[in-house]
């Protein structure tokens, strides 16, 4: 450190204290004006082992920075007004994520926000030169559960097909089979969303900092991806495996996990010690153009209170726009709500209870649980309104499904969107629920957002924001629609859904318009 200190001139060293001081405390008002999004980031990483590695982020990154201080020392901070757009577009899709409480975009909103305000204030060359120790905090963003469903099925596709290849019969039904000496079910825990997680996380890392070649860093970190999911889908097969040739004594309890851990384990050591063989760490970093030799201040202020102070108070205050408005947009009272009632039509009327199964829809603000019955077919009705959209409280959330994972009585056997013929054609979340009673139902699903049928959450989300900071109607509802079904009547189930969908949408259109006061 003395050596980098009797090489730089004074002037550099006077330069820097200023501009560092303003980053620290921009940075850290940045962190109390949207402190429950960073909360909410630090919620997750105390509740879930997935995302426990959260907790080092910041430090690690801060880590990189000191390792690159002899580089970074030679960059003259400029402020840069570039940083502005970004930073403000940055809020502006954070307002977005918070007005569709969509918590994960806004928390990646947020950290844009701290790499941009570094920006404003240091300017584009020292992120380019400290760009990955930047970027490294975007892994700060506790994200991935939205992984869970596709890398089940990715297990229970390899699971069951090495099974049939190893000569063993399996019977199927969603992620559930059976074989001879036992039933499995691949639940969240057998996505391998844990080992992918903490694999890209250490991969990416690993691969920042063993190699200079961003090809190699590239392909390592892909390698990061594709291994882990590849190993616990072989994880998984490998339990089952032992299970049964052990008579169902073995890998089912605590070592179920304690297999799994160790393999990752293993596996992890195996790829650190492949990609050792082309690691370059010996090798230097290659220059940055801009921190190659000591530059010159652009002009006599470059670095100096009457430069970086007033880039300071404009970026807190573009920053403090957005959380303002979104808190005014929250003050805001909701409107006097009637009951929800759907009149009965096309010859439906209310039918006895038939099922036990309900759906679990949580925050709405009107609910609505009815079963119909018409000429011996029975349907249930299930509607959540929401009439404006807040935490807790959104027609698009996590906590609305169908069935819970490992729920002792009924089990999803298979979902999806498909296209349904209901006075028009259409799409729908269609789900096959089977009950331990030996019940099915078939099962419809799809959102109702500016008055039109929607599935993709994506896409609904985005609209309900939109109209929440447009201040426009942002309310939504949630229609669900079961009828009983056997092996040999599931078409006769859908022609049910789609007589009934037919029959009851305008009642149902009309009560949700009564609810909204429109």
Partial sequence: MSAVSEALPAPSRVNWLLP?????????????????????????????????HGYLIFPISAWLIWRKRAELARVTPRPDARGLGLLASA???????????????????????????????????FVRAAFFPLMFLLFAVPVGEFLIQPLMGITADFTVAMLQATGIPVFREGTFFSIPSGDWSVVEGCSGLRYLIASVTLGVLYAYLTYRSWKRRLLFSLAAIVV????????????VMIAHLSDMKLALGVDHYIYGWVFFGLV??????????????????????EAAPPQAPASPAAGTPRAVLPFALVAIAVAAVWPAYAAWLGSRPLPAMPALAVEAQGGWQPGAAFTSWTPH????????????????????LALDYYVTQRQDAELINSQNFMIRQKDPLWSNVGEGIVT??????????????????????????WNVVDGRPLVNDHVAKL??????????????????????????????????????????????ARATDRVDGQ
């Fill in 228 to 239: 882990p999911i590849l190993a616990n889908s072989g994880r998984a097969y490998m339990i």
């Fill in 361 to 380: 829809w949580v925050g709405a603000d009107r609910q609505l649980r009815q079963p119909y019955t018409q000429a011996g077919r029975n349907v249930l």
């Fill in 20 to 52: 560092a001081l303003l980053t620290a405390g921009v940075l850290l008002v940045l962190a109390g004006l949207f402190w429950p999004t960073l909360h909410s980031m630090i919620e997750v990483w105390e509740r879930s082992e997935t995302f426990a």
């Fill in 268 to 289: 992890m050591l195996l790829l650190f010690w492949v990609g050792s063989f082309w690691r370059e760490d010996d090798r230097a970093e290659d220059a940055h153009p």
């Fill in 91 to 125: 809020g502006a899709g954070w307002l977005l994520a918070d007005a569709g409480s969509v918590n994960v975009v806004a928390q990646y909103a947020f950290v844009v926000m701290l790499i941009a305000a570094v920006w404003t204030l240091l300017g584009w060359a």
């Fill in 420 to 445: 349904v013929d209901a006075g028009g054609a259409r799409q729908v979340r269609q789900a096959r629920l089977r009950g331990a009673d030996g019940q099915r139902l078939l099962v419809w699903q």
């Fill in 463 to 508: 609209l309900l924001a939109v109209d929440r900071v447009r201040l426009r109607r942002d309310d939504g509802l949630s229609v669900l629609i079961a009828t009983p079904y056997d092996d040999a009547g599931i078409d006769a189930a859908a022609a049910t859904l789609a007589r009934f969908a037919v029959d009851m949408e305008p009642a149902i």
